[in-house]
């Protein structure tokens, strides 16, 4: 089955730099590429995804890269703000009739202003 | 319009004891879906359901059962709990059709377990 590694498990960024987090996967028939926001005690919240087909996606001060030769895929947010504290987590899964998204281990996130 | 509404939001029990997590969508969807959620391993599938009737194992399935007899509702049954049942739940769901990506999968709130 699928496997997804994510990096690092924490990560603690000044306020208005930039932060990064990457994800290796296993499958190469992966082809969807979810990330989710988790605030302290709150849902998982759908940020941005990419498909295979796409080498990078941006949705104002995040932005998503993939590299399918490499098997891995890394979320970039910019400009971070105190907000963006968070544990994000990535996921992979082969897209059409299939449910089982395979998570990583999450990021938690801190912004220091 | 609630979305997907989980119940209770706090649970204690004791080892053995046997309880059931409701679940609820009022969004119409199709596909519904249990995890768990432990430190420092994300979330893991425990059942999901593609429909009314319709359901299948994830990753983690042993110790739980599932049934689908409404679109709406979603019930997760632990029959005989243990310590190592321990975690956060949450149950999800997403609008019909094979492609995931097509459909953005919207979580509850969680439900939040410990076993003595």
């Known amino acids: 089955g699928e496997n997804v590694e994510q990096h690092p498990s924490t990560l603690s960024v000044q306020e208005g730099d930039s932060a990064v987090i990457k994800c290796t996967y296993s499958?190469?028939?992966?082809?969807?590429f979810p990330w989710y926001k988790q605030e302290l005690g709150k849902r998982p919240q759908l940020i941005i995804d990419?498909?295979?087909?796409?080498g990078e996606k941006k949705d104002q001060r995040i932005a998503v890269t993939l590299n399918k030769t490499a098997k891995h895929f890394s979320l970039h947010i910019t400009e971070t703000q105190p907000e963006d504290s968070a544990v994000y987590f990535c996921?992979?899964?082969?897209?059409?009739?299939?449910?089982?998204?395979?998570f990583g281990t999450g990021t938690r996130l801190t912004i220091i202003p | 319009n609630a979305g997907v509404t989980q119940t209770p939001k706090f649970q204690v029990l004791k080892t053995g004891q046997s309880m059931t997590l409701q679940c609820a969508q009022d969004?119409?969807?199709?596909?519904m879906s249990w995890y768990r959620q432990d430190p420092g391993m994300g979330l893991r599938l425990i059942h999901y359901?593609?429909?009314?009737?319709?359901?299948d194992q994830g990753e983690v399935p042993n110790g739980y059962n599932v049934s689908r007899s409404t679109t709406e509702d979603f019930p997760l049954r632990l029959l005989s709990a243990a310590p190592s049942q321990t975690s956060v739940y949450f149950c999800?769901?997403?609008?019909?059709?094979?492609?995931?990506?097509?459909?953005?999968?919207?979580f509850g709130a969680g439900t939040r377990l410990s076993v003595l």
């Open positions: 969004m119409n969807h199709e596909y």
């Open positions: 999800a769901s997403r609008a019909g059709g094979p492609w995931v990506a097509k459909n953005i999968q919207y």
């Open positions: 499958d190469s028939a992966s082809n969807y």
């Open positions: 359901s593609v429909g009314a009737g319709i359901t």
């Open positions: 990419i498909r295979s087909n796409v």
């Open positions: 996921a992979a899964v082969r897209d059409f009739g299939n449910e089982k998204l395979t």
